[in-house]
């Protein structure tokens, strides 16, 4: 599964490599055993950083969500205009999605995760300040629509597309540009624009 980091790892240094573990095989498909292999690690050794594997789990997509989260916040900041700080957070997230294919397929194992109250605490610990961000970003576009769908459709009207990436390039009309996160971006953004001022003008 992949290369030993040596004896003297870090917290830090286990949840890098797992990160790529629960990426492929997602948490049903991983053991604490597998982790501590390409850690080089016992499993004793292991238990000693993590308790059991939910909690493992979970500082592994915390782990892998955080800095990504942070530079996503800034762009919700970098301009007194919403639309403006809408289209950078649009923008910056296609890219991401994009050009860090592990972490993408963290995300779909994440979305696909059936336990419930793991969903919960993975909701509230790690993904809700960014959601809150964008939820209170898109109310002040139009105050008709319901910010709690508009912010879940926008997320994933970016992250559906991109993990349809490799299936897409063979249906019909598929260019190769469509794979550009520009242009991802652009089409997402257009979407939002025609649908609000549309809803706005004749509401």
């Known amino acids: 599964m992949g290369q030993s980091i040596g004896k003297r790892q870090t917290r830090e240094d286990i949840l890098e490599f797992s990160v790529s573990l629960f990426a492929e095989f997602g948490y049903d ?117 319901d910010p709690y769908m508009l912010s879940m459709s926008i997320i994933s009207l970016v992250f559906l597309s991109s993990e349809g990436r490799k299936i897409r390039k063979f249906m019909p009309g598929y260019r190769p540009e469509h794979d550009q996160p520009d242009v991802l971006a652009r089409h997402v953004i257009d979407l939002l624009r025609m649908g609000l001022f549309q809803h706005r003008t004749s509401g």
């Open 29 to 145: 498909g991983v053991s604490m055993r597998d982790v501590a292999a390409v850690c080089g690690l016992t499993p004793a050794a292991l238990y000693y950083h993590f308790p059991h594997k939910e909690a493992l789990y979970l500082e592994v997509v915390a782990h892998a969500f955080r800095e990504k989260s942070a530079a996503l916040l800034n762009n919700l900041k970098d301009s007194d205009s919403p639309w403006v700080q809408l289209e950078n957070f649009i923008t910056n997230l296609a890219h991401l999605a994009a050009k860090d294919e592990i972490f993408l397929r963290l995300m779909q194992w994440v979305r696909l995760d059936s336990e419930e109250i793991r969903q919960q605490k993975l909701a509230v610990h790690v993904f809700k300040d960014l959601f809150l961000a964008v939820h209170a970003l898109v109310a002040k576009l139009n105050s008709h629509y």
